[in-house]
C-alpha cells in the first residue's frame, strides 16, 4: 500500500500544478484586459465636460435632459481600449442596459461648423451658415459614406433621419443644434446606423447629446464569445459551461441570414472589413446585428480604399479582412475585393482564426459526429485555400453558404427528433 503513496502525491501535486497555472493565466487576461481599458476617471470626466456644455448651451440632444439634468442614464463601465480615442461606455436606462458611444471623447476634436477668421479690425468671430447652406453641408457629409448620391431622400429628409430633436422645414437650427448634428455626421458609424434605423440588423439609436449617441445594448454574449485560455496543447480550458451546439448552429444560422440581407441594404453591398465576434450582437431569436461598422463600406468607397494603394505583393493590399491583389506590373492593387464577407466570417467566427492573441475555437466548434466531416470539410471551401498559381484566397460562394446552412438546418432537425 506504501508503494503506492509517491505515485498519488505526484498526480495531486500534477493537478495542484494545472489549477495554479490556470489561475495564473486568469489572472493575467484580466490584468492585460483591465490595462488596456479606459478608466472610470476617464469617462466620467468625458461626460461631466459633455454635460458642461450642455448646461452653457454648446451642446444639445433628446437625451441630454435624461443624462445631465434628470440623471435617468446612469453610467456603468467604460469598454473601450484605452488606447483608442473614442468613448464606448455601458449605462443604465429606464433599467435597462445602453451604450453610450462617440468616435472621440470630446467636442473640441471634431471639426467645427462655424471656421473662425480675423476681421480687419484684428477681432476673431465665428460665422454661423445659413439653414439653406447647412442644409446642402449635411448632405455632402453624407456622401462620405454613401459615395453616390441618394437621391430618394432631400435634404430636409437626411436632417429629420439623422436628427432625433423636433424639427420643421421652415426652422433655423440654433447653434448648439447645429454644432452637435455637425459631431454626430463626421462619424461613420452612426451615419449607417442612423440612416438604416428600422433594420433589424442594426441596434436601435435611442438619441444623443452633443457628439455622443445612445444605441441599443446587444453584446455578442457566451454563444458568440465564450471565454477561452489555451495551453501549449492547443487545446481549450472553457472558464463557463460551453454552449450547447443547438446555439451556436442557430446563432451561425442567424450569421448566414444577415450575410444574405446585407446584399439588400442599399444600391450597393456592403462590405465587412474587420470581422470579430465582439464586433456583432446577438439577439434572442438569432438576430446578428453589427454592432460596430468603422471599417464598413460599400462598394464604391471600398474600390476606391483598395485601388489607392501601391504593392509589391498580394499582401500589401489587405485592408484589414478585405484583401485585393497586386497587379504587379504596375505595383498597383485591384480596386476590387478578392475575398468577400462570407469568407471571412467563416475564417474569423465560424473556424476562429486569429492573426493576434490567444487562438480561439470558432463557433462551430466540435460539431456533432454525424454531421463533423461535411461540416468540416465545407468550412474549409468558405475559408478558401490559397491559389497556387497567384497566391491568390478564393472567394466564398453562394452555394458553400447554402451547403452550411443545410448541414446546420439538418443538425438541428435530427436534435429536434431525438428530444
Not at 483591465?34 to 466620467?44: I, L, P, T, V
Not at 444605441?215 to 454552449?243: H, R
Not at 443547438?246 to 441570414?257: C, P
Not at 453589427?290 to 468607397?301: G, L, P, R, S
Request: charged content about 25%; some cysteine.
Amino acid at each position: 500500500m506504501a508503494r503506492w503513496q509517491p505515485r498519488k502525491r505526484r498526480k495531486f501535486l500534477f493537478a495542484g500544478l494545472l489549477v495554479s497555472l490556470l489561475l495564473v493565466a486568469v489572472l493575467y487576461v484580466a490584468r492585460k484586459f483591465k490595462s488596456q481599458s479606459c478608466s472610470d476617471q476617464e469617462a466620467r470626466t468625458t461626460l461631466l465636460k459633455l454635460c458642461e456644455e450642455y448646461t452653457s448651451n454648446k451642446v444639445t440632444g433628446n437625451l441630454c435632459p435624461d443624462l445631465c439634468t434628470t440623471h435617468s442614464i446612469i453610467y456603468r463601465e467604460c469598454l473601450n481600449n484605452k488606447k483608442d480615442r473614442k468613448r464606448v461606455m455601458l449605462a443604465e436606462w429606464n433599467a435597462h442596459k445602453v451604450i453610450l458611444k462617440s468616435r472621440y471623447s470630446h467636442l473640441q476634436d471634431y471639426k467645427s461648423l462655424m471656421p473662425e477668421y480675423m476681421k480687419d479690425e484684428g477681432k476673431m468671430v465665428t460665422s454661423l451658415p445659413d439653414m439653406a447652406t447647412f442644409l446642402m453641408l449635411v448632405q455632402n457629409q453624407l456622401r462620405t459614406i454613401f459615395v453616390v448620391d441618394t437621391p430618394d431622400i432631400t435634404r430636409t429628409e437626411i436632417v429629420k433621419k439623422m436628427w432625433q430633436m423636433p424639427w420643421e422645414d421652415h426652422e433655423t437650427m440654433s447653434t448648439a443644434a447645429m454644432e452637435s448634428l455637425w459631431a454626430l455626421l463626421q462619424q461613420d458609424e452612426y451615419l449607417m446606423m442612423q440612416y438604416f434605423q428600422g433594420n433589424k440588423h442594426f441596434p436601435k439609436i435611442y438619441g444623443s447629446c452633443g457628439h455622443m449617441y445612445v444605441m441599443e445594448y446587444t453584446p455578442p454574449g457566451d454563444t458568440l464569445s465564450p471565454p477561452l485560455v489555451f495551453f501549449k496543447t492547443g487545446l481549450p480550458v472553457e472558464l463557463t459551461s460551453t454552449p450547447d451546439w443547438n446555439k451556436r448552429a442557430n446563432v451561425a444560422l442567424g450569421f448566414l441570414t444577415f450575410l444574405e440581407d446585407l446584399n439588400t441594404l442599399y444600391t450597393e453591398p456592403l462590405h465587412l472589413c474587420d470581422v470579430k465576434h465582439e464586433n456583432y450582437g446577438v439577439s434572442a431569436d438569432f438576430t446578428i446585428q453589427a454592432i460596430d461598422v468603422d471599417t464598413a463600406f460599400f462598394e464604391t468607397k471600398m474600390q476606391a480604399i483598395l485601388g489607392q494603394k501601391s504593392c509589391t505583393k498580394n499582401e500589401d493590399c489587405e485592408f484589414v479582412h478585405c484583401e485585393s491583389s497586386c497587379d504587379l506590373r504596375h505595383r498597383r492593387c485591384s480596386k476590387y475585393r478578392s475575398n468577400n464577407n462570407l469568407q471571412a466570417i467563416c475564417k474569423k467566427i465560424f473556424v476562429g482564426h486569429r492573426e493576434h492573441g490567444p487562438p480561439y475555437g470558432g463557433l462551430l466548434r466540435s460539431p456533432p459526429a454525424a454531421i463533423a466531416d461535411r461540416l468540416n470539410k465545407a468550412l474549409q471551401e468558405c475559408v478558401g485555400p490559397l491559389s497556387e498559381s497567384d497566391n491568390q484566397s478564393h472567394e466564398a460562394s453562394a452555394k458553400t453558404l447554402e451547403t452550411i446552412r443545410s448541414i446546420l438546418s439538418e443538425s438541428l432537425q435530427s436534435n429536434e427528433r431525438i428530444t
